[in-house]
């Protein structure tokens, strides 16, 4: 039986965008993969495999039956921490069927959800394009790199949450600290890349972005909403994860996986004791576990003004 909290060791990467909040001292830092298939698991009776390997081993006991359903044994999501310097490219994801049609079995399409930890006073992103934008139009400004007259920018706060679905043309600007949730694919087709020399890591790729790309999906600025002292609140959901934020000052967080999926933790502010029927783990800022689906009932201790993201399946 799981019963006891998984911690992962997280993976950085050192983009040009990237700035100095997930690594202080190593800039630019652009990405910090907290729970992914590759993540080692640094304590736990699995201590030493990847995800991914623990998941092929235990199946729908790490997993849960939902997530067995979306990708077997495979773990199905990817988060990450993005500490934005600079804007990133302007770019576009498949969806399921286009990725398997574009780069082969084992792809698969990249749904993903913003939240944002930090924002600048200022700080805007892109995500989707001018109402009315015309097809051919759209296609003629990513061929001659005039896409930017076609965007939306949208201006952005701590604690916003945005879904960005497929075919959606979206961009982090600088001053933002992200978590991002996604499937379990890192299949991007970069459309604009502000003037920066294309190198053999950092193409663009025009006709795979124009045969996914959608003008008429739209994406939404959704606040914060109202939090109570230990209960979950609901962020966003998608056919492939749902997301929620717990918050607590004095009442202990009780949840249940209750063997539907695991539950993937990070710790955005104070921090917390994480208790399961077989064992425990302290988390701080940043620090990520999962607690397997066959775990069951579990509770969060916290400290310090504790606040977490929870993703599932």
């Known amino acids: 039986m799981l019963d006891y909290p998984l911690q992962l060791t997280p993976e950085y990467r050192d983009y040009v965008w990237g700035g100095s909040r997930l690594r202080p001292g190593i800039v630019p830092t652009a990405e910090a993969w907290v729970v992914y298939e590759h993540n080692r698991i640094a304590a736990g009776p699995p201590q030493g495999l990847t995800l991914g390997e623990a998941a092929r081993q235990q199946g729908a006991n790490l997993l849960g039956r939902r997530a ?4 077997a044994e495979r ?6 921490l993005l500490d934005c310097a600079q804007w990133l490219s302007l770019q576009v994801h498949p969806d399921d069927e286009q990725a398997l049609a574009l780069e082969g ?4 399409g990249k749904t993903e959800a913003w939240h944002v930890l930090e924002a600048d006073p200022g700080a805007q992103l892109i995500a989707g394009l001018k109402a009315g934008t015309p097809p051919d139009v759209l296609a003629a400004s990513i061929r001659q790199g005039t896409i930017l007259d076609w965007v939306q920018y949208l201006s952005v ?11 959606v043309v979206h961009a982090l600007g600088p001053g933002l600290l992200v978590y991002e ?7 991007t087709y970069r459309v604009y890349d502000w003037g920066r020399p294309q190198t053999p890591q950092r193409r663009l790729h025009i006709e ?11 994406t939404a600025v959704c606040p914060l909403p109202p939090l109570v002292d230990g209960e979950p609140r609901l962020l966003c959901q998608s056919a492939y994860f749902s997301l929620e934020i717990l918050s607590a000052r004095e009442r202990c967080v009780e949840l249940n996986t209750q063997g539907e999926s695991f539950h993937a933790l990070t710790v955005i502010a104070g921090e917390a004791e994480l208790r399961l029927k077989g064992g425990f783990c302290r988390l701080k800022r940043f620090a990520s576990a999962i607690v397997p689906a066959a775990a069951g009932p579990y509770e969060i201790a916290p400290q310090a003004g504790f606040r977490a993201l929870k993703a599932s399946v």
């Not at 079995?105 to 698969?108: I, L, N, R, S, W």
């Not at 706060?157 to 075919?167: E, F, K, N, S, W």
């Not at 949730?181 to 299949?187: A, G, I, K, L, Y």
């Open 157 to 167: 706060q701590a604690g916003d949450t945005l879904l960005v679905r497929p075919g």
């Open 181 to 187: 949730v996604q499937q379990t694919s890192d299949v």
């Open 68 to 71: 067995v359903q979306q990708t």
């Open 75 to 80: 773990f199905p999501l990817l988060i990450k």
């Open 208 to 218: 795979k972005a124009l045969a996914v790309v959608r003008p008429d999906v739209a």
């Open 105 to 108: 079995p084992g792809f698969f």
